[in-house]
């Protein structure tokens, strides 16, 4: 069956501008969440979304959204990026509470 | 507030030993516990989950442990090779509530020579 799916696989945006990625889970799995990886603070939980619902949020600032779809199709957005935002932005998917399956990973990158 | 430790950060080994890695979590109320394998600049890869009322779980050359009272884990790599050469990641599911998330270990970066 078909993994995680992220896209893009890279971006490159300017200081200022805002960036919207994308996450298509396990099919049937109704939990998406996003995680920032850097290398200085490691894997951070950014938010969770189950049917469509924040159940739970990081410590990120409001610049960081996200919504999730009725097909649990689920949408990360960052708006006035800064340079402190490049990052590897990881989702992940589950049925529950249960296994998490990650995808490939969206690389920001902020010049 | 869960922290989650991993040791050692890093470490390398000849081909065809085998290995321990280590990881310790503060709040030993979680639901379940996962390692996962980082190849550089990839996503994660899925290897073990052990619910919190197990103790451990096995995959071909990999037995993961779980001591939640000491709020302990541990990832054995048996016979390693090569092309396990990469990152692992221990993770622990809380929940509170109808939310729950994942908090992750920095990590040991596994060098296997040949």
């Known amino acids: 069956k078909a993994g995680v799916t992220q896209t893009p696989r890279y971006l490159i945006k300017t200081r200022g501008q805002q960036v919207t990625l994308s996450c298509s889970p396990i099919s049937g799995h109704r939990s998406v969440s996003w995680y920032q990886q850097t290398p200085g603070q490691g894997l951070q939980f950014l938010f969770e979304y189950f049917s469509e619902t924040q159940r739970n949020k990081g410590n990120f600032p409001g610049r960081f959204s996200g919504r999730q779809f009725s097909n649990s199709r689920s949408e990360m957005n960052v708006s006035t990026l800064e340079l402190g935002d490049s990052a590897l932005y990881l989702c992940a998917s589950s049925l529950t509470d249960t296994e998490a399956f990650f995808g490939q990973g969206t690389r920001l990158t902020v010049v | ?114």
């Open chain 2, 1 to 114: 507030k869960q922290e989650v430790t991993q040791i050692p950060a890093a470490l390398s080994v000849p081909e065809g030993e085998n290995l321990v890695l280590n990881c310790s979590f503060t709040d030993s109320a979680i639901y379940n516990l996962q390692w996962f394998r980082q190849d550089p600049g990839k996503g994660l890869t899925s290897l073990l989950l052990i619910q919190s009322s197990q103790r451990e779980q096995t995959s071909g050359r990999l037995n993961a442990s779980l001591d939640k009272s000491s709020g302990r884990s541990t990832l054995y790599i048996a016979a390693s090779q090569p092309g396990d050469s990469a990152t692992y990641l221990c993770a622990v599911r809380t929940n509170t509530g109808t939310a729950s998330k994942l908090t992750f270990g920095t990590g040991t970066r596994l060098q296997v020579t040949l």
